[in-house]
């Protein structure tokens, strides 16, 4: 959903900042601004944006170098950040922009109906990559809680008893749930019904064989 998305955008020019903050509020995204590189990380700190539109060309700091320094950052890596300009607009410029770890690189001036198209593309690889990272995280917890169960587990020749890893012993049933998402439902086996309760008739007898 576009309203989940927060997007900052970077520019010093104030009407630049103005349309491309109004074109993409209308989508529905969570638009920020911010007129400096200063001001670009006091609103990271701050709102910790989903998406950035950085502009290359900033009056306090150049916006390559302050990409550089968010996608070293372990914590802010996860950022998206699209940098833009209409200077700086040659091949070889937009590589070096992607090889200090850009996410995109838009060449101005852009359509507004281009803007929307690119934005749009990069939520879609953001969102598929956060779905990605939430999968592998339960499968690590899921194979995580696996191998609890796994290895040597002691257990009494006689009660069944468990000893954990602590040195207490403890029923079966009891480690079990404490290790894995099992809740057991008590019953009772035909061979252990013959013995205990053998008037009940708990489980019918097989009838092959038998005459009517």
């Known amino acids: 959903m576009n309203q ?3 997007i900052l955008i970077v520019d010093d ?3 630049a900042l103005f349309a491309a903050s109004r074109v993409l509020g209308a989508e529905g995204y969570q638009v ?6 200063a001001q670009c990380l006091a609103m990271i700190k701050e709102t910790r944006p989903d998406l950035i539109l950085l502009d290359v060309v900033l009056p306090d700091r150049d916006g390559s170098d302050l990409c550089r320094e968010i996608k070293s950052d372990p914590e802010l890596a996860g950022i998206y950040i699209v940098l833009l300009s209409g200077l700086k607009i040659s ?7 992607l090889d200090i770890g850009a996410d995109g690189y838009i060449v101005r001036p852009i359509s507004n109906q281009e803007l ?7 939520v879609r690889i953001l969102t598929a990559e956060r779905e990605r990272d939430r999968l592998i995280a339960e499968l690590k917890d899921a194979l995580a809680k696996v191998r ?13 008893n468990i000893r954990d890893d602590k040195g ?6 009891s480690y079990i749930c404490d290790h894995s998402e099992v809740d057991f439902s008590h019953s009772i086996c035909p061979d252990c019904a013959k013995i205990y309760y053998p008037d009940l008739n708990i489980y019918d007898e097989p009838t092959e064989g038998k005459q009517p």
Not at 32 to 37: E, I, R
Not at 91 to 97: N, R, T
Not at 168 to 173: Q, S, V
């Open 4 to 6: 989940d998305m927060k």
């Open 13 to 15: 020019d104030p009407d």
């Open 32 to 37: 920020l601004k911010a007129g400096s590189a």
């Open 91 to 97: 091949s070889i410029e937009q590589a070096e922009g």
């Open 116 to 122: 929307k198209a690119r934005v749009k593309a990069m």
């Open 148 to 160: 609890q169960l796994s290895g040597l587990l002691p257990i009494c020749a006689h009660c069944k």
């Open 168 to 173: 207490y012993w403890k029923k079966i049933e």
